[in-house]
Structures are given as C-alpha cells and as structure tokens.
C-alpha cells in the first residue's frame, strides 16, 4: 500500500513538473515565427488606445471631433521625432485639428532588427514638447515606450498616463 501511495506521489509531482516547464504555442512571445503582440495597423492601435483609456470627458469628445491622423513622412520625422535620421517602417500622429492645450500620439513602427531601446533614446532625448505656437507640454509629462516593433509617444499634460496605460495594456490581449 505504502509503495503505491508513494509511486502515485511520483507520478503526480512528475506531471506536475512536465507541466509547468511547457508553453502554450499560442502565447505571444513563443516560438520563432510568432507574431508581435501589435501586429495590427498603427491606426487599428490608435483607436484602441483612444476606445480603452480612461480619460476625462473633454478628452474623450476631442477624440470624437477633433483629432487628426498625419502619416508621418521622411520630411516630417523632425518635427515628430525630433530629429533626422530615425529610421522606421512607418509611423503616425494623432494629433489635434485645435485644442486649447498641447498634445500629440504618436506611433511609430521600427524596421525589423533595429535597436529599438537606441531609437527610444533618441526620441525622448531630441522630441520637442515646445514645439507647437504659444503652448507646449511640460518635459516631464512626454512618455517614449514600446511594446514589440511599436514605440508610442505621448506629448499632454493632462491625459499622459491613462494613454500610456492603455498602451500597455494592448500587450495583454
């Protein structure tokens, strides 16, 4: 009796073990040819962010009214990323139409094998929260981030963090 209890014990803790060094093959991350966690369109993730961040009213009809999307091009990387030289698969600002206040979303999508960490540094280190006529963000309230490929910048003194944070959450669906 004892001999079975204790084979049974093994068996057990065997399984267990088996099972807790295993991954799901669908989990993100696993596996050579899986795909990033944002492999949507920049747009698709835009609206995301905008459809599950918790931001005041206002906010949310500047979303609805007065927010514009700008395709940034190889003229416009300064102004957005500021500096040249940045390379990207693509990128894109949300921006307002006008707003009493500064702000900008912006999305850019890095090349495959870049380093992302050096392009975020740069970013944050040469992006100009001043950069619109008679309003600007305070330097502390820009947040460069990325989840895979994507790097999000967030330019607002008023709605940083909750964009940020549905930024994030992205990575968990």
Same mark, same amino acid.
């Given at each position: 009796?004892?001999?079975?209890?204790?084979?049974?014990?093994?068996?057990?803790?065997?399984? &267990?073990?088996?099972? &807790?060094?295993?991954?799901?093959?669908? /989990?993100?991350?696993?596996?050579? =040819?899986? +795909?990033?966690?944002?492999?949507?369109?920049?747009? =698709?993730?835009?609206?995301?962010?905008?459809?599950?961040?918790?931001?005041?009213?206002?906010?949310?009809?500047?979303?609805?009214?007065?927010?514009?999307? /700008?395709?940034?091009?190889?003229?416009?990387?300064?102004?957005?990323?500021?500096?040249?030289?940045?390379?990207?698969?693509?990128?894109?600002?949300?921006?307002?139409?006008?707003?009493?206040?500064?702000?900008?979303? /912006?999305?850019?999508?890095? +090349?495959?094998?870049?380093?992302?960490? +050096?392009?975020?540094?740069?970013?944050?280190?040469?992006?100009?929260?001043?950069?619109?006529? &008679?309003?600007?963000? =305070?330097?502390?309230?820009?947040?460069?981030?990325?989840?895979?490929?994507?790097?999000?910048?967030?330019?607002?003194?008023?709605? &940083?963090?909750?964009?940020?944070?549905?930024?994030?959450?992205?990575?968990?669906?």
């Amino acid at each position: 009796m004892k001999k079975l209890l204790l084979l049974s014990i093994a068996f057990i803790l065997i399984f &267990c073990f088996a099972a &807790c060094g295993t991954k799901a093959p669908d /989990t993100p991350g696993s596996g050579e =040819n899986s +795909k990033p966690v944002l492999d949507e369109s920049l747009e =698709n993730i835009v609206d995301k962010i905008y459809e599950t961040a918790e931001v005041s009213e206002d906010f949310k009809r500047y979303v609805e009214e007065g927010l514009q999307k /700008t395709v940034i091009t190889e003229d416009r990387i300064e102004y957005y990323l500021g500096k040249q030289g940045i390379e990207f698969k693509e990128a894109l600002a949300s921006e307002p139409i006008m707003m009493p206040s500064a702000y900008e979303l /912006t999305l850019v999508r890095v +090349k495959e094998g870049a380093d992302i960490e +050096k392009i975020k540094k740069e970013i944050k280190e040469n992006v100009n929260p001043q950069k619109w006529i &008679c309003v600007g963000v =305070n330097p502390e309230n820009v947040i460069v981030d990325s989840i895979d490929d994507v790097i999000i910048i967030i330019m607002s003194d008023n709605e &940083c963090k909750a964009l940020h944070e549905a930024f994030l959450a992205l990575k968990g669906q």
